[in-house]
């Protein structure tokens, strides 16, 4: 049913495309291509015949023939369109061949099926060229995974793992699956997925993902989604669906197309008939006139000027670790005039770490933080956590004479270390215990002012020295905030359900215009409403998963880190796949060329039939020109819509 109206379908399985990689064509086993390239073949040796030797006779069968076999495909679905009442540019391309044949004009008629055989030929070559980024994506995961057994070692097929299983994964080799490391450590690199450029350290309990090449050491692995679920899997699904999804700009092409086509037949049918019936002359001249009118109308730059970006387009934000979800969201992320953003997790790290360490008593620098991990180093409390991890980033070895060890709630911990007691908490445990608080009170004051959590270390008679754990703004969120500034974007504002102070410190920090704290879910959803009624377009990042009702709320949803994670990438717009927030400028720069180069595709477009169809009118254009006119004007919207798909914005 589908391939009578000429189209092509997709087998769709549970909801999900059947994605399988499809053996490289060459061109000379493409029909059309060798159709296309016989008719031109034809059509050389017919103007040989007719301009060179001067026998227009002998040249007239071979631009039929040149006519028959490049047309073949053009009639084929031009026949379609007037069965399906959908007439196409085939449509018209179609008729203006008959007409020329009719007319004798045998040149002219192979010239126009030629040159748009090979604008059919070029259009079809190009979006294959711009696909080529996902399709590649598929060669990333190995086809093959060495699974641990009781009995040994054996490769197995992807498709036979379970979750559970434990695979091995040797240096320089590429994960087959996504899981969690089981053993070993090494580092991964992660660029193919989530677009970082430095390989990320793996250690037990990581998460890798399909596709990711492991570096040094030898890793084993976990299965915790089957093939067909893997990160890699639904990129490749999504990004498919995007590229297939029409964008606002497209669906106007269409709909203008639509009624834009009747109307140029109808006109033609006027010009070739009304005239020489209202005495204006031979019949002849009019029906040439009307046939260069069916060809400069051809809108064939014209529908193709928007899928032709918004492909390339995403395909090159999927090569970068964004995951656009359709052609609507990249006009939309490239119309944004504000961006709201969740604080932990998207311009924080997410997790607690310990920013000053600020000695009060003489000791060696790295003293102290011996003392507080080594009290810590049971601790399942984050902030504990989190001083533990500094000392061994450190490389500083816990002690290990760790005695009479007692955590006191809500203030803190106390223990003996080679036979001294030490304390570690809020400042809340030494008053509690009567120790001086004098020298460090000013001190945790002023870092309680920029938000930060204070943790005291001290003996029984006096404060050694003062730690900051606070969530650390990730790296990279000044630079992507001065980054969208750049692109246009002056309107940032952070919503957090933090404190006032910290909220204040953090927007401060990156430079963000303005910030609400003390924020529920809830409170975020009206914040984003707010935002909307005053700038219109509104993006809001988050994490996916917190933030849903604000992200769905907003112009754009948008996810950071989201590879591995199932509800953000069914969730958000636009996923993030890392945590660089850089890549959200690139996906903003991306979608503001994206519209330009559409407006510019549209325009050229728009003029160039214009300008034609005037000379048309003047007498001063033929069938040559008309046919030049189109097929040129849709390569040149093809190469510069195909720059987007090179282009670079680091």
């Avoid at 060798?34 to 017919?46: D, E, K, R």
């Avoid at 700009?249 to 109808?266: G, N, R």
């Amino acid at each position: 049913m589908i391939k009578e109206t000429g189209h092509e379908g997709t087998l769709v399985e549970n909801g999900r495309k059947n994605i399988k990689k499809q053996q490289e064509i060459q061109w000379y086993q493409n029909k059309k291509t060798v159709l296309t390239f016989t008719s031109g073949f034809f059509t050389l040796i017919g103007l040989i015949l007719s301009f060179i030797v001067g026998n227009k006779e002998a040249s007239t069968p071979f631009f039929a023939l040149a006519m028959v076999t490049g047309g073949y495909h053009i009639a084929k679905n031009g026949l379609y369109a007037v069965k399906s009442l959908n007439l196409d540019m085939n449509f018209l391309m179609l008729i203006a061949a008959i007409g020329a044949a009719f007319l004798g004009e045998w040149s002219e008629g192979a010239a126009v099926v030629f040159l748009f055989s090979i604008g059919n030929t070029l259009q079809v070559y190009t979006m294959d060229k711009t696909r080529k980024a996902i399709s590649q994506l598929m060669e990333l995961a190995p086809k093959e995974a060495l699974l641990k057994t009781s009995s040994g070692e054996v490769t197995v097929s992807v498709e036979e793992l379970s979750i559970g299983d434990i695979v091995i994964i040797k240096p320089g080799e590429r994960i087959p699956i996504d899981g969690i490391v089981h053993q070993g450590h090494s580092f991964v690199n992660q660029a193919p997925i989530t677009g970082e450029s430095i390989p990320v350290e793996k250690m037990l309990g990581s998460e890798v993902f399909a596709g990711t090449i492991n570096h040094q050491g030898l890793l084993e692995i976990r299965v915790t989604k089957l093939v067909e679920d893997t990160t890699l899997s639904k990129i490749m699904n999504m990004v498919e669906e995007a590229q297939a999804q029409k964008a606002p700009s497209q669906q106007f092409v269409d709909k203008f197309a639509k009624y834009y086509t009747p109307i140029v037949v109808i006109s033609a049918m006027i010009i070739a008939f009304i005239p020489p019936v209202a005495g204006g002359g031979d019949f002849a001249p009019w029906i040439k006139k009307a046939l260069i009118l069916l060809v400069i109308s051809c809108p064939c730059a014209l529908v193709i000027s928007t899928p032709v970006s918004i492909v390339s387009a995403i395909g090159n934000a999927s090569k970068q670790g964004i995951l656009i979800k359709g052609g609507i969201h990249l006009e939309e992320a490239g119309r944004i005039k504000a961006i709201a953003f969740d604080k932990t997790g998207t311009l924080t790290v997410g997790k607690p770490s310990v920013i000053d360490i600020e000695v009060l008593a003489e000791r060696e620098g790295e003293v102290p933080l011996k003392i507080a991990a080594t009290l810590e180093k049971a601790s399942e409390h984050p902030i504990g956590r989190a001083i533990v991890q500094k000392a061994r980033y450190k490389g500083i070895m816990l002690d290990t004479s760790l005695e009479d060890f007692q955590a006191i709630v809500g203030q803190g911990v106390k223990g003996k270390i080679q036979g001294k007691t030490y304390y570690l908490g809020n400042p809340r445990l030494f008053q509690e215990n009567k120790i001086n608080l004098e020298v460090a009170q000013r001190k945790v004051e002023n870092y309680q002012k920029e938000g930060k959590t204070v943790v005291l270390l001290g003996d029984d008679t006096k404060v050694i020295c003062i730690f900051t754990v606070a969530d650390e703004i990730r790296s990279m969120s000044k630079a992507a905030i001065e980054g969208l500034k750049t692109a246009g974007i002056k309107n940032t504002i952070m919503l957090t359900g933090d404190h006032h102070t910290t909220a204040k410190t953090v927007a401060e920090t990156i430079g963000l215009q303005d910030f609400k704290s003390e924020l529920l879910p809830q409170d975020k959803l009206e914040a984003i409403k707010e935002l909307v009624k005053i700038h219109d377009k509104v993006a809001m990042v988050g994490d996916g998963i917190n933030d849903t009702p604000a992200l769905a709320s907003a112009s754009i949803g948008i996810a950071m880190g989201a590879a591995g994670t199932d509800a953000a990438l069914e969730t958000a717009d636009i996923a993030l796949m890392g945590d660089d927030l850089n890549k959200l400028v690139y996906a903003v720069l991306l979608s503001r060329k994206t519209l330009k180069i559409i407006a510019q595709n549209i325009g050229f477009s728009i003029i160039v039939k214009v300008l034609f169809l005037i000379l048309t009118f003047m007498g001063k254009s033929n069938l040559w020109m008309a046919v030049f006119a189109d097929t040129g004007a849709s390569i040149i919207v093809i190469l510069n819509g195909m720059r987007l798909l090179k282009s670079k914005f680091v």
